[in-house]
């Protein structure tokens, strides 16, 4: 490709509203320019970036026996009424009307289309198992769009969908796509993590993200030092609580009596240990929540350790909680937010794991002012329930193995594999005629990858201060051909002629044939990122050379013209081997 006939508007300045390096990047690059918030019209560079992941991600998912298709974007609402979704989705789901008043929705995902087609289209056991993908645009009106192409509201995504006899089966394939998914991602040059994932709005119950490290990441995830243990913080589990925190008045201490202390204006945890001269283990943190059918819930936690919203989600079996509002809190337990304490309480008390080790603690009062001392729980409180609801910290012992301790790294999701069970199957009969001709509820499971998330993903773990460091397989070029124009006529017959015989040996090659300056040119160059740099200058090619750069090293190096081919050809290929799965 000729620069000058290639639309590549890059730009000099950091543009105002990207905060991350891939959305910062992208833009300077000209591979994406934004049309509204989190809707983006990829340019040709970007385009071709974007391709590469969705054509390794067709690659693999062929080869693990699924069938590409394409579906609608625009949805009908009544397969979302069938599935139940259609209200539980919320206003991420952009719904819409047309001119007859029929309601649609664009689609964010699209379990209820492929299982309305599977209805009505699978009759028999012998018809599965099947696999059914497609890489297609999808629609979520994100409450932030942001970052670029990470958090876009449009979105290119790869989503599959397996239907099965037995449980055994789906489990089977649930493997043979997570397999597909660490192929994928390693022949994409990411460095990843799959880890154990909650299953969200999709539902479900297992599931896998894949995770690419970043310092940019929105995740967080742990990781054993130790087994293969790997789990988004929102699922980690937890051992022992942290040794160190132990309280001080041990297990083997005589029960006190219960009584009430001043506590005037103390109401955190820290603010209360210090004035009490207690360890903050020897508080026990009471927090109100109420769940999305408007119940209250007085949660208690051991204070050195925090609530997993998402745990506590999953222990309630509810779909979302959230904390109270101090009106609430005052109205509950008769005290102003931080002097509440489980004693006495008039609504279901939680209670993590840690609190069950406790005794002689203290707790808030239900009093303006005052907390209790020497709290026992089979003396003074009655807890619904204990659960773990605990949020795993960095340096635990890992829950597992039992021998090695988490370490947290921040990740993007890339990717996430689902086992739903018969979450849709059974509500839109996805049924088949099974060997007796009885019928059986099919199992299914499906599988996510953000194409242009991914691909937003590599420049995050990919770059430096000049520009993008592509890996390989994801690059829009293989090599950059950079004539120093002004240095004549010889220079430019050169140029051309390498571009011929890169691009007859199909190497993807950019040459920048613009009339600009060195200097304009290689920052450039940097910025794009191409894995392969050639220069050809007048005073290299008088020596029969030209000048061969890694864009990922700062070494340069004359490679002789007659062995620029074979060096290019060697380069590439040990560029790719870097990325075999
Ligand atoms: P997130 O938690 O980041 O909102 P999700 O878990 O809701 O994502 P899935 O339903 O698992 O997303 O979708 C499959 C994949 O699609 C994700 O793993 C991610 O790579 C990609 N994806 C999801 N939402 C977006 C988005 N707003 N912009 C770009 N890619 C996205
Ligand atoms: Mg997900």
Redesign the pocket.
């Known amino acids: 490709m000729r620069y000058s006939q290639f639309m590549i508007p890059t730009l000099k300045e950091i543009p105002s509203d990207a905060q991350v390096i891939s959305h910062i990047l992208m833009l300077r690059a000209g591979m994406i320019r934004k049309l509204a918030a989190?809707i983006y019209i990829y340019l040709p560079l970007g385009l071709r970036s974007i391709r590469k992941m969705e054509q390794i991600v067709r690659e693999e998912m062929n080869r693990a026996g699924a069938q590409e298709l394409l579906m609608p974007m625009v949805q009908p609402a009544e397969i979302w009424q069938q599935s139940g979704r259609w209200h539980k989705y919320g206003p991420e789901l952009l719904r819409l009307k047309d001119r007859k008043g029929g309601e649609f929705c664009l689609g964010?995902?699209h379990e209820e289309v492929i299982t309305y087609l599977f209805a009505n289209e699978i009759k028999s056991y012998r018809q599965l198992p099947i696999n059914l993908y497609q890489i297609q645009d999808?629609f979520?009106d994100?409450i932030r769009?942001r970052f670029g192409?990470?958090?876009?509201?449009e979105?290119l995504?790869k989503?599959a969908y397996s239907f099965h006899t037995t449980e055994e089966d789906c489990h089977r394939e649930y493997k043979v796509m997570y397999d597909a998914y660490t192929r994928i991602f390693k022949r994409a040059g990411l460095n990843f993590r799959a880890v154990e994932a909650d299953t969200?709005?999709?539902g479900g119950s297992r599931s896998h993200?894949?995770q690419v490290l970043a310092q940019s990441g929105?995740?967080l995830i742990l990781s054993c030092d130790q087994c293969s243990y790997s789990a988004n913080v929102e699922m980690a589990e937890t051992a022992a609580p942290p040794e160190e925190a132990r309280t001080v008045k041990a297990a083997k201490a005589e029960m006190e009596p219960l009584r009430e202390v001043e506590t005037p204006d103390q109401r955190t945890i820290e603010e209360v240990s210090v004035f009490l001269k207690a360890a903050p283990a020897d508080l026990c943190k009471t927090l109100i929540y109420f769940d999305d059918q408007g119940r209250f819930y007085a949660v208690c936690i051991r204070g050195d350790c925090d609530v997993n919203e998402m745990k506590l989600r999953r222990a309630l079996g509810v779909t979302a909680v959230y904390l109270a509002e101090d009106a609430d809190i005052e109205k509950l337990t008769g005290a102003p937010t931080g002097f509440a304490g489980p004693v006495g309480l008039k609504i279901p008390v939680v209670a993590d794991t840690t609190v069950k080790a406790m005794r002689n603690f203290i707790t808030g009062a239900n009093k303006k002012d005052v907390h209790l001392v020497g709290v026992n729980l089979e003396r003074d409180v009655t807890i619904e329930r204990f659960a773990d609801i605990r949020l795993a910290q960095e340096g635990e012992v890992c829950p597992r193995c039992g021998t090695g301790r988490y370490k947290a790294y921040r990740g993007?999701?890339?990717?996430?594999v689902?086992y739903l069970g018969r979450k849709y199957s059974e509500p839109m009969g996805a049924n088949v005629l099974g060997p007796n001709g009885e019928p059986i509820v099919c199992t299914m499971g499906c599988y996510?990858?953000?194409v242009?998330?991914?691909v937003a993903a590599a420049i995050e773990q990919n770059h430096d201060d000049d520009g993008i460091v592509w890996p390989a397989p994801l690059a829009p070029f293989e090599v950059h051909l950079v004539p120093l124009l002004m240095q004549g006529e010889a220079v430019v017959e050169a140029t051309e002629k390498i571009y011929a015989e890169l691009t007859s040996r199909g190497v993807e090659t950019l040459m920048d044939d613009r009339d600009e300056r060195a200097g304009v040119k290689f920052k450039d160059a940097d910025l794009l990122g191409l894995p392969i740099r050639i220069t050809i200058g007048k005073k290299a090619l008088e020596q029969g050379a030209v000048e061969f750069k890694l864009r990922r090293e700062a070494k340069v190096e004359l490679v002789p013209l007659d062995k620029l081919l074979a060096k290019v050809k060697d380069t590439l290929r040990a560029l790719y081997d870097e990325c075999k799965p």
């Open positions: 989190g964010p995902t999808k979520r994100e769009p192409l990470m958090r876009g509201r979105f995504m989503d969200g709005a999709i993200e894949f929105e995740d993007i999701e890339v990717g996430q689902f996510g990858i953000g242009t998330r991914s």
